[in-house]
């Protein structure tokens, strides 16, 4: 019998990356996530028992609660927040059933100290163009929605970082992990560490971001086009941080088109006239 306000993983799997996607909350006690630290992509941990305390915290959004096995852990919290006036349903089979079906997870071990928030805090060189915009985007729609970012001086990275505890990315230094690997780029990097490749669409948006960012357009089509549009940004945005909210934009544009549309194409023709293509109207 299905489960009543319940979604199901393959459903909320194509949510999973885009700007619409409902807040995924993981309740799962302490000993259940130290038995698999691994997160849903996008999720955020809150206590069960605190749930009228962060309730507010979503008002207005869709929420999906995920526990160990989406029973009476995930139901009460559910129910918590539907009187707390937000829309809230569970996920079907909890994590267990999520990891069973064979969808990806994050895991914590890769991810940055948290600030008191909870929040993952990031350093990088200011006035990005491609890896500095396509990364963020990446950590914000499938590792950390709440993610900061600092855009700094490049000769002040590696001491902001050292002074804020933020993770330094896109830059060369001693035991920086978040940057270029060979021929890779920093979004490659990260796609492979956040243990996303198998994400549809997240493979082939990482090859137009390598040839945008390496110098290297011919590797797909649409790399040209990628660095045209971030420099355009670039010039257009004298403010990272503003510059950096216009570029989801743009990423979350071309991730839909890697997953749902490289088949499709434009036909011209098909919004002509009779007339316009040379034939009398009937």
Not at 30 to 37: I, L, R
Not at 86 to 108: K, Q
Not at 126 to 133: G, Y
Not at 218 to 244: F, K, N, T
Request: some cysteine; glycine content about 8%; proline content about 7%.
């Amino acid at each position: 019998m299905p489960v009543i306000n319940a979604i199901t993983p393959d459903k909320l799997a194509r949510l999973i990356g885009t700007p619409n996607c409902p807040a995924i909350i993981d309740v799962r006690t302490a000993d259940d996530f130290a038995a698999d630290p691994r997160y849903l992509p996008g999720a955020l941990r809150r206590d069960h028992a605190a749930v009228t305390d962060w309730a507010r915290e979503f008002a207005g959004r869709s929420i999906v609660v995920a526990g160990q096995h989406g029973q009476a852990l995930s139901e009460g919290v559910a129910a918590w927040l539907r009187h707390e006036g937000n829309a809230a349903e569970i996920l079907d089979g909890g994590i267990v059933g999520w990891a069973t079906a064979g969808l990806p997870m994050v895991p914590d071990a890769v991810l940055p100290k948290r600030d008191g928030q909870g929040r993952t805090l990031w350093v990088t060189r200011a006035r990005p163009k491609v890896d500095r915009i396509a990364c963020p985007w990446l950590i914000r729609r499938f590792v950390d929605p709440q993610a900061l970012f600092l855009f700094v001086s490049p000769s002040e990275v590696a001491g902001v970082a050292e002074r804020f505890g933020a993770a330094p990315f896109d830059v060369e230094g001693d035991g920086v992990i978040w940057s270029h690997d060979g021929e890779r780029c920093t979004f490659d990097v990260m796609v492979e560490r956040f243990d996303l490749p198998s994400l549809p669409g997240l493979a082939r948006l990482a090859e137009i971001v390598r040839g945008a960012d390496t110098g290297r357009p011919e590797l797909v089509p649409q790399a040209a086009g990628l660095l045209a549009i971030s420099l355009g940004l670039s010039r257009m945005y004298s403010d990272d941080l503003a510059q950096l909210e216009a570029g989801m934009l743009v990423y979350d544009a071309l991730f839909r088109w890697c997953r749902d549309a490289t088949h499709e194409t434009h036909d011209w023709v098909s919004h002509q006239s009779k007339v316009s293509r040379g034939k009398a109207p009937a």
